[in-house]
């Protein structure tokens, strides 16, 4: 990344989902390397709590993150996460959805019960959460011509066994990222996806 790019990130508020391990961590340990604010969510807070002592330890400014234990699932939650980041901070400057889950299975291996609770259960987090959150974070972006980042799969467009569903909310993913670039980049929003 360029110096520019780095400097122009330093002091953003960036909420990051599903920050308490894999992809989400890694993301949020590098904006907090560069100077960012960041915002670290997550369902166990032994894994946020240490995540943000990370990030903490890693900020040139020693930006303490605000951790907020969440499950994305519920949609009280999700609100909670948007007003507790505006509560704190004021303003969102970027918002980082990776929190997904992956319960996929083949549909032989499955009662149609089990299939319809894992298709609610990914739906909710990978998809819906995904869409709430960046409803209720444009007005926010839109103030600060901020950032979506959606993570994505190459499930989207690339199937594998035992991943339908995953595959099904990926690509959901991929088509809310494309339709919010088209409505909120005139109101000078960038959203991007990352496979």
Known sequence: MS???????ENKVVIVTGSSSGIGEATALLFAKIGS????????EDRVLKVSQKCESLSPFQFKPLTVICDLSIDEDVKQLVNKTIEKFGSIDCLVTAAGINNSDLLANISDSELLQKYDIVMRVDVRSKLLLCQLCSPYLAQTKGSIVNISS??????????????????????????????????????????
């Open 3 to 9: 110096s520019e790019l780095l400097k122009d990130l």
């Open 37 to 44: 604010k960041v915002v670290i969510t997550g369902r166990n």
């Open 154 to 195: 190459v499930n989207s467009i690339k199937p594998i066994d035992g991943f339908l569903v995953h595959a099904m909310s990926t690509a959901a993913v991929d088509m809310l990222t494309k339709s919010l670039a088209l409505e909120l980049g005139a109101k000078g929003v960038r959203v991007n996806s990352v496979k």
